[in-house]
């Protein structure tokens, strides 16, 4: 009888979804710190982000990472801003981490809820 494929094998992650991260974190960062990657690599690869492909993935915890860990936005949001303008707020804090990182790609203004 054949093998069912397993429950993510059809997700754009899926079997060797974390090579591809790897890849994916590779590209975009080549310069961030092991423990900034590793944080990451690990909130790329959680569960809510199985459906997307691996760039995207990786960009969203990239981001996400950055912001909660390397700028003001939790001190905006703490001093009553709501998130988008806190978001807005720290768009340059964060374009400075990922020039220090070497990042391939910059945080837009115009960038959907990134």
């Given at each position: 009888m054949p093998r069912r494929p397993s429950k993510g094998a059809t997700s754009p992650i899926g079997p060797g979804?974390?090579?591809?991260?790897?890849?994916?974190?590779?590209?975009l960062l080549p310069l961030a710190p092991y423990a900034d990657m590793e944080?990451?690599?690990t909130?790329?690869?959680?569960?809510?982000m199985k459906t997307l492909p691996p760039g995207i993935?990786?960009?969203l915890a990239t981001i996400a990472h950055?912001?909660?860990?390397h700028?003001?936005?939790e001190k905006l949001l703490s001093e009553g801003y709501d998130r988008d303008s806190a978001r807005f707020f720290v768009i340059e804090q964060?374009?400075?981490v990922l020039t220090r990182w070497?990042?391939?790609?910059?945080?837009?203004?115009?960038?959907?809820?990134?």
């Open positions: 979804g974390d090579s591809a991260i790897a890849k994916a974190l590779t590209a944080k990451i690599r909130d790329a690869g959680a569960v809510h993935a990786v960009w950055i912001r909660h860990m700028t003001d936005y964060t374009n400075i070497r990042a391939t790609r910059l945080l837009d203004a115009d960038d959907e809820e990134e």
